[in-house]
């Protein structure tokens, strides 16, 4: 296996054009090796039954609106009730069989890794679980020197290692928008008491207080970053209580890995950038949100 692995992560609503995209970033890049993760549909949350954010990111549901959504996340730090809310995922994922039988079938037809199935709940607010769940569970058979997060959202104009060996003859881990998290950042106390939480956190563990920030989109980390945290037991399932983009880096950093910036300043968490914008900035390599297909990859489709 090469020196690079992505772990390709997708909703489960997002299939379709997920894989459209994947067979053209796989023919992009023959020599890095693709694993796909999918996080089915959670349509139970715990305690409250129901979330602002159902069946998908951009998809608000009320009556109760964010109150819902803030009472879900509180809930997952307490004890025992981030991995509760994970079993009952995966009991009511598991009861629609069809539709992971069809993304499985899908999958070995292109002839990819096969299909992870991820069952973190708010998985969107805990990707750094998604990564460890992976890891933690597939990483023996597979050797590579760094993991790049990729979400299907993201669309790429050159290689992968074009654009990322760079940082690997500096950095252990790099992120978008890496820096230490200022107080102005929405995630710097939400959800509410998470910077408290997190720096009590640190220091139970006698690591650096010192609390940043990131874009999780496109993140570059390496094995050994990966292998610490497996080492160390840290999954991050429910503790410490924030959100991944400040919960991973910070952790790295506290453990004395080097993290740096990503400089790719087409990744932005929105609007989604248009066909034509693609297009005009080619050079750039990589974009964020593209969430609808590009001209690229309907090529291949017709094909």
């Known amino acids: 296996m090469g020196k690079f692995a992505v772990l390709y992560t997708f909703p489960e609503y997002a299939f379709k054009m997920a894989m459209q995209r994947l067979q053209r970033l796989s023919t992009l ?5 693709f ?4 996080g ?4 139970f949350y715990f305690p409250m039954i129901i979330d602002k954010y159902m069946f998908g990111s951009n998809t608000k549901r009320f009556p109760l609106g964010s109150s819902s959504h803030l009472i879900n996340w509180i809930a997952l730090s307490v004890p025992g009730i981030f991995r509760l809310s994970m079993a009952i995922n ?3 994922a598991l009861a629609r069989t069809d ?3 069809e993304m499985r079938a899908g999958i070995n037809h292109m002839r990819l890794q096969a299909l992870y199935v991820d069952f ?3 998985a969107l607010w805990n990707l750094d679980h998604s990564l460890m769940a992976w890891f933690n569970s597939s990483s023996k058979q597979f050797d590579f020197d760094y993991l790049i997060f990729y979400e299907s959202d993201i669309f790429t104009t050159k290689p992968l290692d074009v654009m990322y060996e760079k940082y690997t003859k500096l950095y252990d881990a790099c992120f978008i928008d890496f820096e230490i998290a200022a107080k102005s950042w929405f995630s710097y106390n939400y959800p509410p008491g998470c910077r408290r939480a997190t720096v009590r956190w640190l220091k139970q563990r006698r690591l650096p207080t010192t609390l940043y920030r990131s874009m999780f989109a ?3 980390i390496s094995r050994r ?3 610490r945290l497996k080492k160390l037991g840290i999954d991050f399932s429910g503790a410490p209580y924030c959100q991944n983009e400040m919960r991973l880096p910070t952790m790295l950093t506290a453990l004395g890995f080097k993290c740096g910036k990503l400089d790719f300043p087409f990744i932005r968490y929105r609007p989604e950038w248009s066909m034509n914008e693609i297009f005009v900035n080619e050079d750039a390599g990589i974009f964020h949100p593209v969430k609808r297909p590009v001209s690229a990859e309907m090529k291949i489709k017709a094909g």
């Open 29 to 33: 890049n023959p020599k890095v090796t």
């Open 35 to 38: 694993f796909p993760i999918v």
């Open 40 to 43: 089915p549909r959670q349509f």
């Open 90 to 92: 995966k009991v009511l």
């Open 99 to 101: 539709a992971l039988t």
């Open 120 to 122: 973190t709940p708010m």
């Open 218 to 220: 496109g993140a570059l």
């Open 225 to 227: 970053c990966l292998e």
